[in-house]
């Protein structure tokens, strides 16, 4: 199974920047798909950002152009850089992870690896 812990959320404002990080731990050796997903209360949890094998991304419309999610192999890391962060970015993001043929998906059902979250608060 993958274990994810993610770090970096904060409060910042409206226009400011924040990077968030999950750090992924596979005791399998088989290749995972990683991606990114947000919450915010009484809302559903969505898919932010993914990226497949072949470095290929999938932002939400919300955040094109201002998000930008990357992995980092040797570190079994992935990031997501928030640059112009609007009021409404303001969630609990997570980190997802998955085996098999679903990366770059953005459906919260494909995936069955969650961390724990990282809060991010935007003020205006």
């Known amino acids: 199974q993958v274990q994810l812990v993610e770090s970096g959320g904060g409060s910042v404002q409206a226009g400011g920047s924040l990077r968030v990080s999950c750090l992924a731990s596979d005791t399998t050796g088989i290749p995972y798909c990683m991606a990114w997903f947000r919450q915010a209360p009484g809302q559903e949890r969505e898919g932010v950002a993914a990226?497949?094998?072949?470095?290929?991304?999938d932002y939400a419309d919300s955040v094109k152009g201002r998000f930008t999610i990357s992995k980092d192999n040797a570190k079994n890391t992935l990031y997501l850089q928030m640059n112009s962060l609007k009021p409404e970015d303001t969630s609990m993001y997570y980190c997802a992870a998955a085996y098999g043929s679903v990366c770059g998906s953005r459906n919260r059902g494909d995936y069955n690896y969650w961390g724990q979250g990282t809060q991010v608060t935007v003020s205006s």
């Open positions: 990226t497949d094998s072949d470095g290929e991304v």
